[in-house]
């Protein structure tokens, strides 16, 4: 398995508190992306990663920020959470040529 | 715009049996396609890859073929087993999409002992 942790592995917390998710990866692989899924819905991309300091927008950004300091660390922060931000999110790491995507356990976050 | 779709939602077989899912997609230009599986609650797995100058990957009792003509990919399961109940995923990386995969929906397997 690839190397990829999520921390936490679940999380409750109440509308309106800034909530920050960790993936970490020890592949040293370049691209690293955060996606929410939520039924019906399938996987959806929020912001992904084409380096430290490089990031861009998915197709569900808003409400959402992320950060890339260090090549093994994504972080996604939740700056004000909301009830519609409840939902599983998955951390995603890929190389540079084949491109394929492997992916974290997830994070399990509840707003109440 | 690049979509993909996968046919059919669900699907419950007997043990044993050999099977095939299809996935389809819109734009052949593609990069590559992948195949993954998810258990309920968990992550997803990659089960295969498959580049665009490919025509078939193989990973034991599975063996997933690319048509890029026609905009088919399909994921044979070969003597079904129980353990292979899971939610069936492929998604394409297109040459446009800024390194993005776009997902199918799923196919959800059921393998009944």
């Known amino acids: 398995d690839a190397g990829i942790t999520q921390s936490p592995r679940h999380k409750v917390t109440e509308t309106g508190t800034p909530v920050t998710l960790r993936c970490h990866q020890t592949?040293?692989?370049?691209?690293m992306y955060w996606y929410r899924q939520d039924p019906g819905h399938g996987l959806r991309l929020i912001h992904y990663?084409?380096?430290?300091?490089?990031?861009d927008k998915g197709e569900v950004s808003d409400g959402y920020s992320v950060s890339r300091s260090k090549t093994e660390d994504f972080l996604l922060t939740l700056e004000s959470a909301t009830s519609s931000q409840t939902s599983v999110y998955f951390c995603?790491?890929?190389?540079?040529?084949?491109?394929?995507?492997?992916f974290g356990p997830g994070t399990r976050l509840t707003v109440t | 715009k690049q979509e993909v779709t996968q046919i059919p939602a669900a699907l419950s077989v007997p043990e044993g049996e050999n099977l095939v899912l299809n996935c389809s997609f819109t734009d052949s230009a593609i990069y590559n396609l992948q195949w993954f599986r998810q258990d309920p609650g968990k992550g997803l797995t990659s089960l295969l890859l498959i580049q665009s100058s490919q025509r078939e990957q193989t990973s034991g009792r599975l063996n997933a073929s690319l048509d890029k003509s026609s905009g088919r990919s399909t994921l044979y399961i070969a003597a079904s087993q129980p353990g292979d109940s899971a939610t069936y995923l492929c998604a394409v990386l297109t040459m446009d999409s800024n390194y993005q995969l776009i997902w199918g929906a799923g196919t959800k397997l059921i393998i009944k002992p």
């Open positions: 995603a790491i890929s190389a540079r040529g084949t491109y394929e995507q492997y």
């Open positions: 990663s084409y380096g430290v300091k490089d990031t």
């Open positions: 592949e040293n692989h370049r691209y």
